[in-house]
């Protein structure tokens, strides 16, 4: 047992050293000069020379990585030209706006994959099966921005039943005491529960656009699963004992229908919480991905170095919360 | 009225039918089948003969593209074709239940042993208490002879032998004291020694609380040791039926004559080569004209009667219809033997 834990713990932190090794490398093989760029077109060499001096920038690329790497687990995240600002602060405005669309994004995800499934797969109702399965494809294969767009001019534009883009707030309110950063669970701990169906409003449409992919995706994954439990004898050992359709379906066939689909919606999930470039672009969402994007234009190497690690550390973590998901509802893994 | 022995089902002229895109294949031809209380019925046919088809339409468990057609279902008098699925649900476990014959899948992988066992007693007894549906369970542990019953409550399909896990999905079956089990093929899986163990318990188990069975299997064997009367069915029908010393003994259907001669006996010499029936089932779909066993029988293949006609069930017993048989030739066979 501790023996695994270890194993799997070096195995997490090698993906991470990794992860943000090959990004580090990669990014100063790149052509530019991230100096050049701080100190303007028409600056001298001596400046610019200067200028790499104070950013290390002459040093050997392994003592640069070295010192990269020993800043940032002390909570140095290194500083954002572009912005004007320590990194770690952009991160601490900018990525709790995508953790919170990401959650909503991959609850949407979720529980509509788990019902259309159910529904394609009740009874023998063909119809209702390409339906399900139509939406799917529909889901996978239509671009986010577009579908935003769509959402936007329909729901908001059209209909007038949510908010339109640039806010995760109306003006009129203030936001809740900062405890998470999530803005609906922050009103929820302050009690403000129109903040918090506010806050709720303007999440849905951006969540919708965000979660479509990954409901197409799980959905058909979810679907395909489900039959094959269905045909599995303890499913008709369970009817034959009395138990009814649903109850055998929601007791015996979801739970086993969901174990290969954990890995995948793992995944998933941390990269729902990585923030989407366009989607964000689209509703104007104050979120992670849209800064690095930007970064990345401007060549910003210390927060796109930042996000590379968060992001691994994410899916690190992620990951190994499924393996204990696993544990929890496969007996067979636990051993 | 009062010799007359209680029916406990009684299967008139089922039909089910599997529509797919293949074809109609009826898997069960307007089968009849009765079975009486405490009786323990074995049913013997090649794969693909509508044995399992059989078994699923008597509980009302046919998936589809499977379908009853027309026909009755009477258990304890009451036809479950013309009930409601909830009343089903009722039935279900209480008065019928099943053991299936793969005991590595038929318990759900992710519920304790004690969940599955309860989930039964405590569908079918509302006002019981988890801890006196656990008691119960536990009890049946012991019943079907699982070493540290209360202990391996709490322990999960994986950790159990193939022949425990039989024993657990028998202990499922008899939880709520059915008058009918249908145990489709329920020691195939298990090699020998445990087969002889895990029918052993069963046949006490049922024997001593007078419940019927319904004993499917390719087994002939295990149908002389457990089984009061025998049906052989071949291509959805049942071509012969009589009590299982009767059938070992004089056989009149050819196809039954076959089977029985392609199991080794030790207690009767051999030229050292077994025999076999040549050919295969016909497809279900594209049935014979005449009768069905007739390309590949002993008796009858070639013969214009049999290729043009179905046969008939004919009774061959002395006391009232104890040995049916549907073969053309079922009386001159049945002479020839005595």
């Known amino acids: 047992m501790v023996h695994s834990i270890l194993s799997r713990l070096s195995g997490s932190l090698a993906a991470i050293i990794g992860a943000s090794a090959i990004a580090f490398l990669f990014l100063r093989v790149l052509p530019g000069n991230p100096a050049r760029l701080i100190v303007g077109p028409l600056a001298s060499e001596e400046t610019l020379h200067a200028q790499m001096e104070r950013m290390g920038l002459h040093e050997p690329i392994y003592v640069q990585y070295w010192r990269y790497m020993r800043d940032f687990v002390t909570g140095d995240w290194g500083f954002s030209y572009g912005a004007g600002q320590p990194v770690l602060v952009q991160f601490q405005l900018r990525f709790p706006a995508s953790i919170e669309l990401g959650i909503y994004a991959f609850i949407f995800a979720f529980l509509a994959a788990v019902v259309l499934a159910l529904l394609a797969t009740y009874r023998h109702r063909p119809v209702m099966d390409a339906t399900v399965r139509m939406l799917s494809i529909f889901g996978m294969g239509m671009p986010p921005f577009w579908l935003a767009l769509i959402l936007l001019v329909v729901f908001h534009e059209a209909l007038g039943m949510f908010p339109g883009p640039g806010a995760q707030l109306s003006r009129a309110l203030t936001p809740p005491p900062e405890v998470t950063r999530l803005l609906t669970i922050d009103a929820l701990i302050a009690g403000e529960l129109r903040t918090f169906a506010n806050a709720f409003q303007h999440l849905v449409l951006p969540a919708i656009a965000l979660g479509m992919l990954p409901f197409g995706y799980l959905v058909r994954l979810l679907r395909a699963n489900l039959l094959d439990v269905r045909n599995e004898p303890f499913i008709l050992v369970v009817r034959s004992k009395g138990i009814g359709y649903w109850a055998a379906t929601v007791r015996h066939a979801l739970p086993n229908a969901f174990l290969p689909t954990l890995t995948a919606s793992g995944m998933i999930f941390a990269q729902l919480l990585g923030g989407s470039v366009l989607v964000e672009k689209v509703f104007n969402w104050p979120g992670i991905g849209s800064l690095v994007v930007d970064s990345i234009l401007r060549k910003d190497f210390a927060v796109v170095q930042a996000f590379i690690i968060v992001s691994a550390v994410l899916y690190v973590f992620i990951n190994g919360l499924v393996d204990l998901l696993y544990g929890i509802i496969d007996p067979r893994v636990r051993g | ?338």
């Not at chain 2, 052989?232 to 259907?253: C, K, W």
């Not at chain 2, 069905?292 to 049999?306: D, M, V, W």
């Open chain 2, 1 to 338: 009225m009062a010799t007359e022995p209680e029916h406990v089902l009684s299967v008139r002229d089922l039909r089910t039918e599997f529509h797919t895109e293949n074809g109609i294949f009826p898997a069960v031809r307007d089968v009849s089948l009765d079975v009486y209380r405490g009786r323990q019925v074995g049913i013997v046919g090649e794969s693909g003969s509508g044995k399992s088809a059989l078994a699923l339409s008597i509980l009302g468990l046919v998936r589809p593209p499977g379908r009853i057609m027309s026909g009755q279902v009477l258990l304890n008098g009451r036809d479950l074709c013309l009930l409601k699925e909830t009343q089903l649900n009722s039935v279900r476990g209480r008065e019928v239940s099943l053991i299936f014959q793969d005991p590595m899948t038929a318990l759900d992988p992710v519920k304790t042993i004690g969940k599955q066992i309860c989930e039964g007693i405590l569908h079918h007894n509302r006002g019981t208490s988890r801890r006196e549906a656990r008691r119960r369970a536990i009890h049946l542990l012991e019943d079907v002879e699982v070493p540290a019953a209360a202990q391996r409550m709490n322990s999960y399909p994986h950790e159990f032998s193939g022949g425990m896990r039989q024993r657990v999905m028998i202990a499922i079956a008899i939880a709520n004291e059915p008058d009918l089990i249908i145990a489709d093929e329920p020691t195939t899986a298990l090699d020998v020694t445990t087969q002889a163990q895990v029918l052993d318990i069963f046949e006490s188990l049922v024997r001593s609380r007078g419940t019927a069975v319904i004993l499917i299997t390719h087994n002939l064997g295990i149908v002389a040791e457990f089984c009061d009367e025998v049906r052989v069915m071949y291509a959805g029908r049942i071509v012969e039926s009589a009590d299982t010393r009767t059938l070992f003994r004089n056989p009149v259907h050819p196809y039954t004559e076959s089977l029985l001669r392609s199991v080794p006996r030790p207690d009767q010499a051999h030229d050292g080569k077994l025999f076999s029936i040549a050919g295969l089932p016909p497809s279900l779909a594209r049935l014979p004209a005449g009768c069905s066993f007739e390309p590949r029988c002993i008796a009858g293949r070639g013969k214009p009667l049999c290729q043009e006609s179905r046969p008939k069930t004919t009774s061959v017993g002395e006391v009232h219809a104890s040995h049916l048989a549907e073969c053309h030739f079922a009386r001159e066979r049945h002479e020839a033997q005595s």
